[in-house]
């Protein structure tokens, strides 16, 4: 049996963060394992987030090929992110999907990309207490409902 395994990104899937209306391209490594070669290798392109595709053109039957993986052998494909100036924040997933004309088997390689703006901006801060008196030294935290994130300020 062919044993896909995604080596690069070394987590075994992509994710990425970038603002809207940008563009980000990001490597991918899979690699056969097993004990068979892995024949006919389609790759199928991510379906739900319109703005996740890939760099390779389809074929004449519609088909994104990547080829024949052997085993021990490797082959590296571009994920392209490119979501529009008027996406929502936050994460958006979806997915890659390899099978070969030799397996019944499919391997999926999940993709996540945070959407973050690169907008800056100020804030200020007077904390008091419960009597409110002003608490000198106070620290703040903030944080994403999203990301689950933290900052010290």
């Known amino acids: 049996m062919p044993l896909v395994t995604v080596d690069d990104p070394s987590t075994g899937y992509v994710d990425v963060s970038l603002d809207r209306g940008t563009m980000l391209s ?3 490594t899979v690699s ?3 004990l068979k070669d892995l024949l006919d290798v389609e790759l199928i392109a991510p379906a739900g987030v319109t703005w996740m595709t890939l ?3 389809p074929n004449a039957e519609g088909k994104i090929m990547l080829g ?3 085993v021990g052998e490797s082959k590296t494909f571009d994920v392209v992110f490119a979501p529009p100036a008027d996406t929502a924040f936050g994460y958006h997933n979806d997915k890659v999907t390899l099978k070969g004309s030799n397996s019944a088997q499919e391997f999926d390689v999940n993709l996540y990309a945070m959407i973050t ?3 800056e901006g100020a804030v200020n ?3 008091v207490n419960i009597i409110n008196q002003t608490v000198e030294g106070a620290t703040i935290r903030t944080g994403s409902d999203r990301t689950g994130g933290r900052d010290l300020l």
């Open 55 to 57: 760099n390779l053109p």
């Open 26 to 28: 990001m490597p991918v």
């Open 68 to 70: 024949d993986i052997g």
């Open 117 to 119: 703006s690169s907008l």
């Open 125 to 127: 801060f007077h904390v």
């Open 32 to 34: 056969n394992k097993g």
